[in-house]
Each structure stands twice: as structure tokens, then as C-alpha cells.
């Protein structure tokens, strides 16, 4: 049997070494630099898009044998989550002022804040997503030892690990928008819903859950928002194997990759390139 992760206690570990890991100044005299802290400080003022976590980083604050290391290597997009979590938490609270750098998610983040904050009726269940609010997205840098396997070394037990992949690029896709957070708006009672898109295809939400809709039991009719919603760059790409990696007699493998972010638009065809996901 395997024993269940106690993943309140693995998030404050990931805390733990966001405001504690330091790394040495170029400048003797100067005191070690907070390297996560200020990367923090840099997403909470708009600069930073991209979260890089080194692996490394993580084995030599915990150690090379730590458990938190093996467990990012063999559940990868979980401790992604709570990696971004923890970044949550360390975050200076979101103030309800609107300037001019804000877009429109800003804009209903505050104006909700400043209904909750003048009493009026809010229906629990269009509490924000956590998706909505962030501006960064986590990634894992592969430690350093690490070699590329081929892809056809890649197996079902890779499924929700840490893999790290050396191919050639034969094709890529034009950069699209993908949908994240879907909002909508209630024709009727003015509330907006929220939904999560996990996937690259969903179902739109048809009718208004809010307290007031369910209550008069006349729901009102949603209008998907697409200002108010969270696209994110999306981009496919196709890699294959090298000469040097397929057997004699055998026909290269290929694998589509799915970058999004600022991963996109960095490989082109005939490029080689290493992957990490």
C-alpha cells in the first residue's frame, strides 16, 4: 500500500523554500539574494509571467535524497499546483483600487470586493478561481544530471512524472488562444459564473445557479464573457526521434507537445531541442 501525502504539509514545505532560498551576490560583500522572493515581488508588480523552479534549487535545500524532490519527480503536476498555491499565499494582498494597468479581471475583481465590502447579496458560488487571479504559471527546471531519454523510452509510468525528452522538430501550429477560466454574465440577475477549463474542449454553462435565479425559480440565461475570461497562448508541437536514437530497422517515433505561455513560439522546424514537462 502507499501512503497518502499529506499535501497541507508538502505546500508549507514549498513555502518554506520560496522565502527562505538564497543564492550567493556576485559581490562578495553583499548580503545572499532571496532568488524566489524576488521573483515573487517581480510577478505581484506585472514583470514576470513565467515561475521557473530549479530542481536543483530544491535538492541542495532539502538534499539530493529529500522526499519533496522525489515526489515533484513522480507527481509533477500536482506539486505544480502547490507550488503555485504557495506563490499565492506569499503574494502581498490583491488591493481593490483599479489604475490604468489594469485589465478587465482586475476591474471585476474589485468591483466584487467592493460588493462584499458594502454588504450587498453576493452569491457564494461565483467565488473567484484561483486560475483567474494569477499572472504567473510554475514550470520545473530538470536537474542538471539529468540525460534526455528518447521518446521511445517513454512509457505509462512516465504518465504525471517528470520527463525529459531530446528530439528533432518536424511541425508546429500557429499560436492560438486557449480558453483557462470561462466567465459569464446572468442576463437577469446581473451575477457572474465562473468555470474552469481543464481540457481543450468544454461545455458551456446554460443557466444562472445564483441564489436570486434559484430562489425565484426562473433561471436566467448566461452570456459567456470573453473580455472577463483567461486565455492563455497554446501552441503544438511536433518532435521526432534522431538517427542516433532509433534501432536499426526501426521507424522513428514522434510525439506532439503541448507548449503554453511563453514556451510558445521557441522551436521551430529542424530545430533539436530539449523538453521537460
Avoid: W
Avoid at 536537474?143 to 504518465?159: F, N, Q, Y
Wanted: glycine residues 4%; aromatic residues 8%; negative net charge.
Amino acid at each position: 500500500m502507499f501512503a497518502t501525502a499529506n499535501y497541507a504539509e508538502e505546500r508549507g514545505k514549498c513555502e518554506q523554500m520560496l522565502q527562505k532560498f538564497s543564492v550567493l551576490s556576485m559581490n562578495p560583500e553583499d548580503p545572499p539574494q532571496k532568488k524566489y522572493l524576488e521573483m515573487i515581488a517581480e510577478v505581484n508588480a506585472q514583470q514576470r509571467t513565467s515561475f521557473p523552479i530549479s530542481l536543483d534549487d530544491v535538492s541542495s535545500f532539502f538534499g539530493e535524497s529529500s522526499e519533496l524532490l522525489s515526489n515533484i519527480l513522480c507527481n509533477t503536476r500536482r506539486y505544480v499546483e502547490l507550488f503555485s498555491e504557495a506563490i499565492d499565499n506569499l503574494l502581498p494582498a490583491r488591493s481593490n483600487r483599479i489604475s490604468d494597468d489594469d485589465d478587465v479581471i482586475d476591474v471585476l475583481v474589485s468591483q466584487r470586493i467592493q460588493q462584499v465590502a458594502a454588504g450587498e447579496q453576493v452569491d457564494l458560488k461565483t467565488i473567484f478561481p484561483r486560475e483567474l487571479l494569477r499572472r504567473f504559471s510554475v514550470t520545473f527546471t530538470p536537474l542538471s544530471h539529468m540525460k534526455p531519454h528518447a521518446i521511445r523510452e517513454i512509457r505509462a509510468s512516465s504518465v504525471g512524472a517528470t520527463v525529459f525528452l531530446r528530439g528533432i522538430v518536424t511541425r508546429t501550429t500557429d499560436v492560438r488562444p486557449q480558453m483557462v477560466v470561462a466567465t459569464y454574465s446572468c442576463e437577469r440577475c446581473g451575477f457572474e459564473t465562473y468555470q474552469e477549463v481543464i481540457s481543450r474542449t468544454f461545455r458551456m454553462i446554460d443557466n444562472c445557479q445564483s441564489e436570486r435565479c434559484t430562489s425565484d425559480k426562473t433561471p436566467g440565461r448566461l452570456t459567456l464573457q470573453t473580455r472577463g475570461s483567461k486565455f492563455i497562448p497554446f501552441q503544438e508541437i511536433h518532435i521526432q526521434e534522431l538517427s542516433n536514437q532509433v534501432p536499426i530497422g526501426h521507424i522513428p517515433r514522434s510525439m506532439a507537445i503541448h507548449a503554453f505561455g511563453e514556451q510558445t513560439r521557441v522551436a521551430n522546424p529542424g530545430d533539436i531541442i530539449h523538453v521537460s514537462g
